[in-house]
């Protein structure tokens, strides 16, 4: 078990150990990057010359050495979001000493900081954060030659996933090779295009919730009723809008009052939170965010206690938010 007051691990540092073949037999990967994770576990069994094996819980692990004929090699284990690994303490004090030779990656969807397992492996943690744009458009001109504009597009379609973006990317790649002989004179530009047009790459409807919160925290009156409307025209529920708002207006409470200088660390928040709660700074006081938060909270208690009318609680909320000043 490791232990010690050592701050979560970041890719720069794994990079190092990779480089350097100094790694624990027991990493944890957590955020929501996962193709990128999946490269590095690929760099990782390349360096040690491990094979990738894919378990469903770290239970498994147990009987497969039991069986020594079974395990012809030494194999770096990848669990996902494994809860009982999560729960069990003797579990977790014993799986070093069952690994030998082998390696564990587990890789979560997030941790939560509060829980004794973050406590006492935070220093195996790598926190993969979520790519920015600027290094998305770089990686997907390394793969495919797209305009600036259309590589924003991809990003925006693919919802800033990574391994999303690979996906699509490999659609037009086989698309050109279908249809090489127009390729000089369109190029992977026109591909793209028409690969979105007739719905090979799927471009998920609308949503106008998020623009909608980026209005109301922007202070945009006209804007946040018009796009209120919007997200009523496709469906949206209630209780998301205000789960969304709720969320992000914490954020920028967070980001807003935050002195120290770590703020992801201080916070909590991810990179890409924090800098989406940034972009709201100072459109209201730390008091008013505060207020939001909790009429927010009294709202949702309405409607599910049967005080507050559904279909009236956002025009309420949105009434009150910008009635003060």
């Known amino acids: 078990m490791v232990n010690g007051d050592k701050r979560v691990m970041d890719v720069a540092t794994l990079k190092a150990k990779i480089k350097s073949k100094q790694l624990p037999k027991y990493l944890i990967f957590s955020g929501p990057e996962w193709k990128v994770q999946d490269i590095y576990i690929q760099q990782i069994a390349k360096v040690t010359g491990k094979e990738v094996k894919y378990i469903d819980s770290v239970t498994d692990i147990f009987s497969q050495l039991k069986n020594r004929s079974f395990v012809k090699?030494?194999?770096?284990?990848?669990?996902?979001?494994?809860?009982?690994l999560l729960t069990n303490e003797k579990l977790q004090q014993n799986i070093e000493s069952v690994l030998a030779d082998n390696m564990l990656i587990h890789t979560l969807t997030s941790v939560d900081k509060?829980?004794?397992?973050?406590?006492?492996?935070?220093?195996?943690?790598?926190?993969?954060?979520?790519?920015?744009?600027?290094n998305l458009k770089k990686y997907i001109k390394k793969e495919i030659n797209l305009s600036d504009r259309n590589c924003q597009i991809l990003i925006e379609i693919c919802e800033h996933d990574y391994g999303r973006i690979l996906l699509e990317i490999d659609k037009i790649k086989r698309y050109a090779q279908a249809y090489p002989e127009e390729f000089?004179?369109?190029?992977?530009?026109?591909?793209?295009?028409?690969l979105v047009e007739d719905g090979t790459i799927y471009e998920p409807p609308y949503?106008?919730?998020?623009?909608?919160?980026d209005a109301i925290l922007d202070r945009k009156v006209n804007e946040s009723f018009d796009l209120l409307q919007q997200s009523y025209d496709v469906g949206e529920a209630t209780m998301v809008m205000l789960?969304?708002?709720?969320?992000?207006?914490?954020?920028?409470?967070q980001v807003q009052t935050y002195e120290g200088d770590s703020i992801t660390k201080g916070?909590?928040?991810?990179?890409?939170?924090?800098?989406?709660?940034?972009?709201?700074?100072?459109?209201?006081?730390?008091?008013?965010?505060?207020?939001?938060?909790?009429?927010?909270?009294?709202?949702?208690?309405?409607?599910?206690?049967?005080k507050m009318e559904d279909e009236y609680a956002m025009q309420y909320l949105l009434t009150h938010i910008f009635s003060r000043r």
């Open 267 to 306: 916070t909590g928040l991810t990179g890409w939170q924090v800098k989406n709660a940034s972009k709201h700074k100072g459109r209201y006081s730390d008091k008013t965010l505060i207020y939001i938060v909790r009429l927010v909270q009294k709202i949702e208690s309405g409607i599910k206690t049967g």
């Open 243 to 253: 789960s969304v708002l709720y969320n992000n207006t914490k954020a920028v409470l």
């Open 184 to 194: 000089d004179d369109v190029g992977f530009d026109t591909y793209f295009k028409r």
């Open 73 to 84: 090699k030494s194999v770096i284990y990848k669990v996902r979001d494994d809860k009982e």
């Open 207 to 213: 949503d106008a919730i998020f623009d909608l919160v």
């Open 114 to 134: 509060r829980t004794k397992y973050y406590k006492t492996y935070k220093d195996t943690i790598v926190d993969f954060e979520q790519l920015t744009d600027a």
